[in-house]
């Protein structure tokens, strides 16, 4: 696996094992650190250009957010991708982002819509373009609208800890789909907008549903032994 480059962080200025803590976090969520990458503090610390200390504390912090897992006597890795972990993960993001999308879409504000579809047509593009990251970033943020206009805070600190857990799956799941040159992926999104323009919060969280047991199948079926 190529290694990240120090310079390639781009970090703004902050606490430093912020910082850290912020680049390491952006590296495994895009892929740069795969699954099962060792993240001796040594090393890490020479990749980002800091001395060990706030290393060590934003490896602790990738540990406790569930990016990454400590083994005695080894130290801490990038989590792997496993399918018990995929099933609960979904099987809690169809509750509560279904729900989200319920109550969401049921407050009916037409400028929600209007910026998802901005969103929408900029993660259409880059998913044209292959730039499955940005694709990636335009969903949620295309979804954040959605559920900002829940106004429920705490719902929405859960799902994003949730997109948190769950980028790895959804980086390979969008890449493989890249790669077969099929946007099926992206599909339910005219569907939830167009719900989200009725004010339809019962058709908000049937799309999102039915849109993550598909997600969640072909995850499945991705990472199940052969």
């Given at each position: 696996?190529?290694?990240?480059?120090?310079?390639?962080?781009?970090?703004?200025?902050?606490?430093?094992?912020?910082?850290?803590?912020?680049?390491?976090?952006?590296?495994?969520?895009?892929?740069?650190?795969?699954?099962?990458?060792?993240?001796?503090?040594?090393?890490?610390?020479?990749?980002?250009?800091?001395?060990?200390?706030?290393?060590?504390?934003?490896?602790?912090?990738?540990?406790?957010?569930?990016?990454?897992v400590?083994?005695?006597?080894?130290?801490?890795?990038?989590?792997?991708?496993?399918?018990?972990?995929?099933e609960?993960?979904?099987?809690?993001?169809?509750?509560?982002?279904?729900?989200?999308?319920?109550l969401?879409?049921?407050?009916?504000?037409?400028?929600?819509?209007?910026?998802?579809?901005?969103?929408?047509?900029?993660?259409?593009?880059?998913?044209?373009?292959?730039?499955?990251?940005?694709?990636?970033?335009?969903d949620?943020?295309?979804?954040?609208?959605?559920?900002?206009?829940?106004?429920?805070?705490?719902?929405?600190?859960?799902?994003?800890?949730?997109?948190?857990?769950?980028?790895?799956?959804?980086?390979?799941?969008?890449?493989?789909?890249?790669?077969?040159?099929?946007?099926?992926?992206?599909?339910?999104?005219?569907?939830?907008?167009?719900?989200?323009?009725?004010?339809d919060?019962?058709?908000?969280?049937?799309v999102?549903?039915?849109?993550?047991?598909?997600?969640?199948?072909?995850?499945?079926?991705?990472?199940?032994?052969?």
């Amino acid at each position: 696996m190529s290694t990240p480059d120090a310079q390639d962080a781009n970090v703004p200025v902050a606490p430093l094992t912020e910082q850290v803590f912020d680049t390491l976090r952006g590296w495994i969520v895009t892929g740069q650190l795969e699954p099962g990458y060792r993240l001796r503090v040594r090393d890490v610390a020479e990749m980002v250009g800091t001395s060990v200390m706030p290393v060590r504390e934003a490896i602790r912090r990738l540990v406790h957010s569930g990016l990454a897992v400590h083994e005695p006597y080894k130290g801490a890795k990038v989590r792997g991708l496993d399918v018990g972990e995929l099933e609960h993960a979904y099987d809690v993001r169809i509750l509560l982002e279904g729900e989200g999308a319920r109550l969401g879409a049921s407050a009916g504000e037409a400028a929600v819509a209007d910026r998802m579809q901005d969103h929408w047509n900029a993660l259409a593009q880059a998913a044209l373009e292959g730039k499955v990251n940005d694709a990636l970033l335009h969903d949620e943020h295309l979804l954040d609208e959605l559920y900002q206009a829940a106004d429920n805070d705490i719902l929405l600190d859960i799902v994003h800890g949730l997109w948190d857990r769950c980028r790895p799956y959804r980086v390979l799941w969008v890449t493989d789909a890249a790669k077969r040159n099929d946007a099926s992926v992206w599909r339910y999104k005219p569907e939830l907008i167009k719900a989200v323009r009725d004010g339809d919060g019962d058709a908000a969280q049937d799309v999102i549903r039915h849109s993550y047991l598909i997600a969640r199948n072909s995850l499945r079926t991705m990472l199940s032994p052969q």
